[in-house]
């Protein structure tokens, strides 16, 4: 069984830091990419930031030059490190991968960004 293990949100002021993990486990294959989304309240889920096992990677105009996506290809874990934190960065963040035996994603982990 697949399972994409999220740590790292939680509660932080504006202008702070906070960073993501995701660890992946099970049978999952040849990992093609891993990725972040966020889902705030009464949004759709939108891409964050991806990389592919090159090392390629995609970032919503959003975030580019505050976050930063990094991946341990030995361990198939995947990091998020946000600087600057905004309020508008408040969301459910979910950790994403594409592999050979499919798409999988993580439980959520919330970030909220308050003062």
């Known amino acids: 069984q697949v399972q994409l293990v999220e740590s790292g949100g939680g509660l932080v002021q504006p202008g702070g830091s906070l960073r993501l993990s995701c660890a992946a486990s099970g049978s999952i294959g040849s990992i093609y990419t891993m990725g972040w989304y966020r889902q705030a309240p009464g949004k759709q889920r939108e891409l964050v930031a991806v990389i592919t096992g090159r090392g390629i990677t995609t970032y919503a105009d959003s975030v580019k030059g505050r976050f930063t996506i990094s991946r341990d290809i030995a361990k198939d874990t995947v990091y998020l490190q946000m600087n600057s934190l905004q309020p508008e960065d408040t969301a459910v963040y979910y950790c994403?991968?594409?592999?050979?035996?499919?798409?999988?994603w993580g439980q959520g982990t919330q970030v909220t960004v308050s003062s």
């Open positions: 994403n991968t594409n592999s050979a035996k499919g798409t999988y």
